[in-house]
């Protein structure tokens, strides 16, 4: 992953991927994978998501992962919250409440990090990475997730050749090639999402979807 191209961005403040709410497609479908309550949720590339603590906030563990420091201190000092601080073998962890944010590479987790983990909720990762790092994530992260994981993925479908990435098109053929071995993948919702990001028009952008999936794990 061009960890320096992610660290440059919240240096530099170029973050216009972070959202000032919580994404209202987390909260319409989330319901539907019927999770426990307690249920320890992984936020791969979390940012400081309004998503995590939305998350927390009904009940979940949630394990956030995120390779900027400054992102993830941010996200705590917008939420008012103290977190305790220790070094582990994949990153810096802090923990506040039912948060815990992994400050270290999403690559650098093992099996056992999140052989606990029943759900995962992607709105951000899988389309912020290259075709390359794309194939590499979903062997490494989903293939580690245990076996009746339920995920939340959404993804982006629009003319690739229309705009370079970050974000990435991933169109649902993609989706079921990565997924389909192992995944058993149903798409709840496509949304026409052009209309509502004029700076993709802005861009050049002639079609935009949001493909929303709930993917679980065989």
Same mark, same amino acid.
Request: hydrophobic share 40%.
């Given at each position: 992953?061009?960890?320096?191209?992610?660290?440059?961005?919240?240096? /530099?403040?170029?973050? #216009?991927?972070?959202?000032?709410?919580?994404? =209202?497609?987390?909260?319409?479908?989330?319901?539907?994978?019927?999770?426990?309550?307690?249920?320890?949720v992984?936020?791969?590339? &979390?940012?400081?998501?309004?998503?995590?603590?939305?998350?927390?906030?009904?009940?979940?563990?949630?394990?956030?992962?995120?390779?900027?420091?400054? &992102?993830?201190? /941010?996200?705590?000092?917008?939420? $008012?919250?103290?977190?305790?601080?220790?070094? +582990? =073998?994949?990153?810096r962890? %802090?923990?506040?409440?039912?948060? $815990?944010?992994?400050?270290?590479?999403?690559? #650098? @987790?093992?099996?056992?990090?999140?052989?606990?983990?029943?759900?995962?909720?992607?709105?951000?990762?899988?389309?912020?990475?290259?075709?390359?790092?794309?194939?590499?994530?979903?062997?490494?992260?989903?293939?580690?997730?245990?076996?009746?994981?339920?995920?939340? @993925?959404?993804?982006?479908? %629009? =003319?690739?050749?229309?705009?370079?990435?970050? =974000?990435?098109?991933?169109?649902? +053929?993609?989706?079921?090639?990565?997924?389909?071995?192992?995944? /058993?993948?149903?798409?709840?919702?496509?949304r026409?999402?052009?209309?509502?990001?004029?700076?993709?028009?802005?861009?050049?952008?002639?079609?935009?979807?949001?493909?929303?999936?709930?993917?679980? &794990?065989r």
């Amino acid at each position: 992953m061009d960890t320096d191209f992610w660290l440059q961005r919240w240096v /530099q403040g170029q973050t #216009g991927f972070h959202q000032s709410r919580v994404m =209202p497609l987390l909260q319409k479908h989330w319901p539907g994978l019927d999770l426990p309550a307690r249920a320890r949720v992984l936020v791969p590339l &979390a940012g400081k998501s309004l998503d995590v603590a939305w998350l927390a906030g009904q009940g979940h563990a949630v394990l956030a992962v995120e390779i900027s420091s400054l &992102a993830v201190e /941010q996200f705590f000092a917008e939420h $008012d919250l103290t977190p305790t601080v220790r070094d +582990t =073998p994949h990153g810096r962890l %802090y923990h506040a409440g039912r948060i $815990d944010y992994l400050c270290g590479d999403i690559f #650098g @987790l093992d099996a056992a990090t999140l052989s606990d983990c029943q759900a995962c909720y992607d709105r951000a990762a899988l389309i912020a990475l290259t075709p390359e790092l794309r194939a590499r994530y979903v062997d490494h992260v989903y293939g580690q997730l245990p076996a009746g994981c339920r995920a939340l @993925l959404l993804t982006l479908d %629009y =003319p690739q050749a229309e705009m370079d990435g970050p =974000p990435f098109s991933v169109p649902d +053929t993609e989706v079921q090639a990565r997924y389909g071995s192992r995944w /058993q993948i149903e798409c709840l919702e496509t949304r026409d999402v052009l209309a509502t990001e004029p700076k993709f028009a802005e861009r050049g952008i002639t079609r935009m979807n949001t493909n929303v999936y709930r993917l679980t &794990a065989r």
